[in-house]
């Protein structure tokens, strides 16, 4: 079907609207649990330089303790994967902890260098997500700024204009 000059026009610019993107940092790992075994029966002392009291506490609480401790550590990785880091620039492993929420959900606490990054960066948040097999851990966590709930804000504008333009675009197709 041909379309006007006048609608084609629209749709294009419509279609061309500008999308904001803020920046957001995405991190995952896995850390085998055969491996975590391996170093906690090859290295007693591993747990108390790496874990808080309470992270230890927690693990050794469960029926499977290394499945705990290397999904931690596997969320300690993801954490400095999002924040773009890695263990460098002085961000350890006891900068990032592990904690869980009343209803179980676990959550991040940042300190020292991790912390400050965070800051540098415009995190607000950064939610993670725990999983495990017997024989994997997985953890993934997101560092949210400020600039990326910004965005999301325009992002909301933008659709709100997209779907206005589409409107009238529609109208100019209903008048031919």
Do not use: W
């Not at 803020?22 to 330089?49: C, E, H, N, W, Y």
């Not at 808080?52 to 499945?67: F, G, L, M, V």
């Amino acid at each position: 079907m041909a379309r006007s000059k006048k609608t084609q026009a629209a749709l294009d610019e419509a279609l061309a609207a500008p999308m904001t993107q803020g920046q957001v940092g995405l991190g995952v790992d896995i850390v085998p649990v055969a491996r975590m075994r391996a170093i906690l029966k090859r290295t007693p002392s591993f747990p108390a330089r790496v874990y808080s009291a309470d992270e230890r506490a927690y693990c050794d609480a469960t029926a499977d303790p290394a499945i705990h401790y290397a999904t931690r550590f596997a969320a300690k990785e993801a954490v400095v994967k999002a924040l773009g880091t890695g263990f460098s620039g002085g961000v350890g492993v006891r900068d990032i902890e592990v904690r869980r929420a009343k209803n179980g959900r676990p959550y991040a606490v940042l300190f020292g260098a991790a912390k400050r990054r965070a800051e540098q960066l415009g995190v607000t948040e950064v939610p993670i997500s725990l999983s495990y097999t017997a024989t994997d851990a997985i953890a993934c966590a997101i560092a949210i700024t400020r600039s990326s709930l910004e965005a999301g804000e325009k992002r909301i504008d933008a659709a709100e204009e997209l779907s206005k333009r589409f409107k009238e675009a529609r109208g100019m197709l209903d008048d031919l």
